[in-house]
């Protein structure tokens, strides 16, 4: 079987179990760019993470953040993981997308919905040279761009998010005043 150009075992190295457990896995900022806010970009305000897992040979990951100044609504918030396979380099695991003020792009209205994407076991064995989180769904797990920071950052173990984006407590201490977690 093919696997991204390469040659594999009878199954893709990245399976959905394998896939859940890098979602797992306790994460750490180590390093953020630009240390303090955002850099502002064509109308883009954008930062990038660099995340460590506490050992020296554990998976690496990043982090890419970016919200239009123009329509606030419209962000994308992703966490990309290193494979050892040269022919790959390095994919996006998930991300999680504010609406993105379309409504007729796509037949199920994601565009423009808060959103999440995910890569997929199936995407991985297609044979693409550049596999991108197709799986969608539309969710309720926020609504704004601090809310999808806050639940992007809980959702996949990052464990001291609130280090480097303080404004996010106001955001967890309004839940936990009002009864969620």
Known sequence: MTYNGATSSDEPRLTEQKIQKL???????????PVRGFKEEHNYRRCNLTLETGTDDG??????????????EDFSIG?????????????????YNGAHGEASRHSD???????????????????SKRPEPKQREITDKYISFEQALRAFFEDV????????????????QLDLFNGHQ
Do not use: M, W
Request: proline share 5%; hydrophobic share 35%.
């Open 79 to 95: 966490l990309r993981y290193r494979t050892d396979d040269k022919a790959i380099g390095t994919i996006t695991l998930i991300r």
């Open 23 to 33: 979602l797992a896995v306790p994460k750490a900022i180590s390093e953020k760019s």
């Open 59 to 72: 998976p690496k990951f990043t982090v890419f953040i970016r919200q239009s100044e123009v329509f606030i």
């Open 109 to 127: 209205g994601h565009y423009d919905q808060p959103h999440i994407h995910r890569i997929t076991e199936q995407v991985l064995a297609s044979g």
């Open 157 to 172: 173990g990052v464990t001291n998010y609130l280090e480097y984006f303080p404004d996010l407590r106001q955001l967890h």
